[in-house]
T-cell receptor
Framework: RKEVEQDPGPFNVPEGATVAFNCTYSNSASQSFFWYRQDCRKEPKLLMSVYSSGNEDGRFTAQLNRASQYISLLIRDSKLSDSATYLCVVKKPGRRALTFGSGTRLQVQP | DTAVSQTPKYLVTQMGNDKSIKCEQNLGHDTMYWYKQDSKKFLKIMFSYNNKELIINETVPNRFSPKSPDKAHLNLHINSLELGDSAVYFC????????????FGPGTRLTVT
């Protein structure tokens, strides 16, 4: 089982739609969780952290479900500019490095 | 005002050659990283330096050798390039080791023919 698993997509949604992605992680002791965004042929950038109590930033909401070992990202009122690959990132205890998922591709269509 | 810069952006070379990629950050961060992103888009950590000290050295062929002359620079030298080395190599930095907010450079697209 991969350490961090994501549905590669693509998720094709119309502008204004609400879309959600999940990401599962294998190590139950994982401590910290994040979503990064990577535009086509660009570098990854931090989108938001995922806290135990959930985290909301404008149209973006991130949730953590420790019991089922997954995190989610919800995007409301999708914009064309939201088209990108969303990378799930996990920090495991005792590891200095972050573990990146392979990403979920979102394509918002006019 | 590029925060993390890499050179070159594109590198096309033949098998067996030796090449270097350079990275510089002007953010005053202590920690720098090298990642490899393959065709399946997995971003894998290769090395990390904290204030010029190697702190992460993943299972990477010893043909790959990082060097950090100072905390603002991290270079990657690759000997005897192989076809499987073709990938995008990203440099990144964070304020301190273990920092989850990492700032990435634009990437170096390496193609080995």
């Amino acid at each position: 089982r991969k350490e961090v698993e994501q549905d590669p997509g693509p998720f094709n949604v119309p502008e204004g739609a609400t879309v959600a992605f999940n990401c599962t992680y294998s190590n139950s002791a994982s401590q910290s969780f994040f979503w990064y965004r990577q535009d086509c042929r660009k570098e990854p950038k931090l989108l938001m952290s995922v806290y135990s109590s959930g985290n909301e930033d404008g149209r973006f909401t991130a949730q953590l479900n420790r019991a089922s070992q997954y995190i989610s990202l919800l995007i409301r009122d999708s914009k064309l500019s939201d088209s990108a690959t969303y990378l799930c990132v996990v920090k495991k205890p005792g590891r200095r490095a972050l573990t990146f998922g392979s990403g979920t591709r979102l394509q918002v269509q006019p | 005002d590029t925060a993390v810069s890499q050179t070159p952006k594109y590198l096309v070379t033949q098998m067996g050659n030796d090449k270097s990629i350079k990275c510089e950050q002007n953010l005053g961060h202590d920690t720098m990283y090298w990642y490899k992103q393959d065709s399946k888009k997995f971003l894998k950590i290769m090395f990390s330096y904290n204030n010029k000290e190697l702190i992460i050295n993943e299972t990477v062929p010893n043909r790959f050798s990082p060097k950090s002359p100072d905390k603002a620079h991290l270079n990657l030298h690759i000997n005897s390039l192989e076809l499987g080395d073709s990938a995008v190599y990203f440099c990144a930095s964070s304020l301190r080791q273990g920092g989850y907010e990492q700032y990435f450079g634009p990437g170096t697209r390496l193609t080995v023919t």
